[in-house]
C-alpha cells in the first residue's frame, strides 16, 4: 500500500502571509493531484501533475511535483480567508492500479 | 449544474439496520467510486466501477456491497449497520479509469450508526 504523508497537519495563519505544504511518499506516482475540501462538501480538484520537476501555477497557488515523482509541494501566496479548507494530495502509481491514494490532508485556516 | 448527486444527505441508522446510499452523475463519466472519510483515517475506498459492468473492493470493503445499475448510478448498500460504519460517505466519478484523470465528488452523505 502506498503511503502520502502530508505535511503540516494543521496550519494557522493571518490573512497575506504566504505558506506552504508538503506531500511526501517512499513510492514513485505517475501522476499526483492536490484537492481542496471545505467544511461539509466533497474534495474539488485544483491541480494534476505528472512529469517530474513539473511546476503549474493557478492564481496565488504553485504546485511542484518532485523530480522523482515521490514528493510534491503546494505553495500559497498572500493567503486570503478564502483558501481555508483542508488540501489533499492524492497519487496513483499506474500500470495496472490506477487507483487515487489520498493523503490525510492539512486543515488550512486563514484568519482576516 | 453538472455533477455528483448524492442521496441522502445525512441518516441516523440502528445497528442492525441495513441502507442503501444512492450516488447519480451527469457527465457520461466511465468510473465511479465510494470512499468514506473519517478523522485522522483520511478518504479510504471502499468499492470502484471502473466501467460499467464491473465492481471491484477497494481498501475496505468489509460490511458493504454496491451496484453498479447503469452508467449513470452507482449504490452503496449496507446490509447491516454497525458504529464502526459512523462516517462520511461520498462517491466520486472519473472519465476514465486511466490516471491523470481528476475526480469529481459528490457532497457527500454523513451516517451515523447508534
Known amino acids: 500500500t502506498q503511503l502520502l504523508e502530508q505535511s503540516p497537519q494543521f496550519l494557522s495563519i493571518q490573512e497575506g502571509e504566504n505558506l506552504t505544504v508538503y506531500c511526501n511518499s517512499s513510492s514513485v506516482f505517475s501522476s499526483l493531484q492536490w484537492y481542496r475540501q471545505e467544511p461539509g462538501e466533497g474534495p474539488v480538484l485544483l491541480v494534476t501533475v505528472v512529469t517530474g520537476g513539473e511546476v503549474k501555477k493557478l492564481k496565488r497557488l504553485t504546485f511542484q511535483f518532485g523530480d522523482a515523482r515521490k514528493d510534491s509541494s503546494l505553495h500559497i501566496t498572500a493567503a486570503q480567508p478564502g483558501d481555508t479548507g483542508l488540501y489533499l494530495c492524492a497519487g496513483n502509481s499506474g500500470g495496472s492500479n490506477y487507483k487515487l491514494t489520498f493523503g490525510k490532508g492539512t486543515l488550512l485556516t486563514v484568519n482576516p | 449544474n453538472a455533477g455528483v448527486t448524492q442521496t441522502p444527505k445525512f441518516q441516523v441508522l440502528k445497528t442492525g439496520q441495513s441502507m442503501t446510499l444512492q450516488c447519480a452523475q451527469d457527465m457520461n463519466h466511465n468510473s465511479m467510486y465510494w470512499y468514506r472519510q473519517d478523522p485522522g483515517m483520511g478518504l479510504r475506498l471502499i468499492y470502484y466501477?471502473?466501467?460499467?459492468?464491473?465492481?471491484d473492493k477497494g481498501e475496505v470493503p468489509n460490511g458493504y456491497n454496491v451496484s453498479r445499475l447503469n452508467k449513470r448510478e452507482f449504490s452503496l448498500r449496507l446490509e447491516s449497520a454497525a458504529p464502526s460504519q459512523t462516517s462520511v460517505y461520498f462517491c466520486?466519478?472519473?472519465?476514465?479509469?486511466?490516471?491523470?484523470?481528476?475526480?469529481?465528488f459528490g457532497s457527500g452523505t454523513r451516517l451515523t450508526v447508534v
Open positions: 466501477s471502473a466501467s460499467e459492468g464491473t465492481t
Open positions: 466520486a466519478s472519473s472519465e476514465s479509469f486511466e490516471a491523470n484523470y481528476g475526480y469529481t
